[in-house]
């Protein structure tokens, strides 16, 4: 009877250690998979500030030069945030870029999606790409950004 008492206790704490080593490792794995999403997040709002830092630097020389739909990546050189259309990796992991897109008022002066051109507000959309494993994820973010300067 003790033999057998002493095999039941042995099989509940061997099914103990297994279920907390399985739990372990599927707490692993997750964190492995997350581990480069809120680096992407952070990127992504950093690019919508970079946005903002180079309309506030001077709307016709940083944004009103820059064209429509073409994808720019942000790079910064050591002393101010530049915009390029050569590739650019964040960390070799990220691929940041920044599309500008034009915006139209209805006749209730409301953005639509026709109708007549504002010249003095873009919508902004940057984009995070990064691989993990043998697949890619893409993170965007979106908003719309106004010449309140004139400059």
């Known amino acids: 009877m003790g033999l057998v008492e002493i095999i039941v206790g042995s099989a509940i704490v061997l099914m103990v250690i297994t279920a907390t080593v399985a739990a372990y490792n599927t707490?692993?794995?997750?964190?492995?998979?997350?581990?480069?999403?809120?680096?992407?997040?952070?990127?992504?709002?950093?690019?919508?500030?970079v946005a903002t830092y180079l309309r506030d630097k001077g709307w016709?020389?940083?944004?009103?030069?820059?064209?429509?739909?073409?994808?720019?990546?942000?790079?910064?050189?050591?002393?101010?945030?530049?915009?390029?259309?050569?590739?650019?990796?964040?960390?070799?992991?990220?691929l940041r870029t920044l599309v500008l897109g034009n915006v139209n008022r209805d006749g209730s002066d409301d953005i639509a999606t026709s109708g007549?051109?504002?010249?003095?507000?873009?919508?902004?959309?940057?984009?995070?790409?990064?691989?993990q494993g043998h697949?890619?994820?893409?993170?965007?973010?979106?908003?719309?950004?106004?010449?309140?300067y004139d400059n």
Do not use: H, R
């Open 27 to 49: 707490y692993i794995n997750y964190a492995l998979a997350n581990q480069n999403n809120i680096p992407a997040n952070y990127l992504l709002e950093e690019g919508i500030e």
């Open 60 to 94: 016709d020389a940083n944004i009103g030069t820059l064209t429509s739909g073409t994808t720019y990546y942000i790079t910064f050189n050591g002393s101010t945030w530049l915009t390029t259309t050569t590739l650019q990796y964040v960390d070799n992991t990220f």
């Open 116 to 131: 007549t051109l504002d010249p003095n507000i873009k919508k902004v959309t940057v984009t995070v790409s990064y691989g």
């Open 135 to 148: 697949s890619t994820t893409t993170k965007s973010l979106s908003t719309y950004i106004t010449d309140i």
